[in-house]
C-alpha cells in the first residue's frame, strides 16, 4: 500500500507589501496571449502568504507555496527568499 501526495503549486514573485504580521502580499507576473490579436500582454496575481518569521520585506524576490487555508484570504507559505531588495 503505497501513499503517493500531490505536489504543491509553487509560485516565484517579488514582495509589494510587508506591513502586516507575519503575512506578505506577492505579486506574480505571467503573459498571456490575447485571444484575438495574439499579442502578449503582461498579467499580475496577488498572493497573501504566510512569513513565520518575518523575513521577507517590499521588494524581496520569493518562493511561495500552497498551504492549507491559514486565514480568511492566506492560502500560500513563504518557502524561501531568492534574492534581497537592493536597500539604500
Known amino acids: 500500500?503505497?501513499?503517493?501526495?500531490?505536489?504543491k503549486?509553487?509560485?516565484?514573485g517579488q514582495v509589494i507589501g510587508?506591513?502586516?504580521?507575519?503575512?506578505i502580499?506577492?505579486?506574480a507576473d505571467?503573459?498571456?496571449?490575447?485571444?484575438?490579436?495574439?499579442k502578449y500582454i503582461k498579467?499580475?496575481?496577488r498572493y497573501k502568504?504566510?512569513?513565520?518569521?518575518n523575513e521577507a520585506s517590499?521588494?524581496?524576490?520569493?518562493l511561495i507555496e500552497e498551504a492549507r487555508p491559514l486565514s480568511k484570504t492566506k492560502r500560500w507559505r513563504l518557502v524561501s527568499v531568492l534574492e534581497k531588495a537592493f536597500k539604500e
Request: glycine share 4%; charged share 35%.
Open 49 to 53: 502568504a504566510h512569513d513565520e518569521h
Open 30 to 38: 505571467r503573459f498571456v496571449q490575447h485571444r484575438r490579436y495574439r
Open 18 to 23: 510587508g506591513k502586516m504580521d507575519k503575512t
Open 25 to 27: 502580499v506577492v505579486s
Open 1 to 7: 500500500m503505497s501513499t503517493s501526495y500531490k505536489q
Open 9 to 12: 503549486k509553487t509560485v516565484v
Open 43 to 45: 498579467r499580475s496575481t
Open 58 to 62: 517590499a521588494g524581496d524576490k520569493v
